[in-house]
């Protein structure tokens, strides 16, 4: 049987895909709350030759200072840089119109640090965020498990077990005995 599912997410949902949003890949628009993600070697086609000097300057400097110079000359770019524009809180954006008027290395270095962002799982052609199909059947599985196991009669008997032996006893048996062997979810794409 095949099934179309609807999902509506009603909280923030975080699946890691071990890649992130790095602070030389996007520029904050402040103003409309809007991250912008670039391919730095195609934002960096676009540069006339004052802004080829200007990031060279920046780029000789040997203080931790030039990271601030840098986020404040890709603000200035903002209008002319291409890329995909994800709205971000308003906290965000004043946290990032902040780190541009710092001037501690110190505190300089701890901001610009924390704002690599994880991304979440996405989908690579169409940069999407996406949840796994296989994320969501481990969450239907732990829900099963944990309802079965609220109702297991002899629960002293289940009370210390390791989660491979507790599965094993729930499900009566080894992996080819559970019932989700059956059971396959598509990725959902928003």
């Not at 040997?62 to 200035?76: G, P």
Request: with cysteine; proline share 5%.
């Amino acid at each position: 049987m095949i099934y179309n599912i609807k999902l509506h997410v009603l909280t923030p949902i975080h699946i890691g895909c071990d890649e992130s949003y790095k602070p030389t890949e996007f520029v904050i628009d402040s103003d409309k709350n809007t991250l912008i993600h670039f391919n730095l070697w195609q934002f960096i086609e676009i540069f006339d030759e004052k802004e080829w000097k200007r990031l060279m300057e920046i780029s000789q400097k040997k203080s931790s200072m030039a990271l601030v110079e840098l986020y404040r000359f890709y603000a200035s770019m903002r209008e002319k840089v291409k890329g995909r524009e994800i709205p971000i809180p308003k906290e965000f954006s004043e946290r990032y119109r902040q780190v541009k008027q710092l001037k501690n290395d110190n505190e300089i270095l701890k901001e610009f640090n924390q704002f690599e962002i994880p991304r979440t799982y996405f989908n690579p052609y169409t940069q999407r965020p996406i949840i796994p199909g296989s994320s969501l059947k481990g969450s239907l599985r732990t829900g099963y498990l944990s309802g079965i196991r609220r109702e297991f009669p002899e629960k002293e008997k289940i009370k210390d077990k390791k989660s491979d032996e507790l599965e094993e006893i729930l499900l009566g048996g080894k992996m080819g005995t559970d019932p989700f062997r059956f059971f396959k979810v598509s990725d959902f794409e928003s």
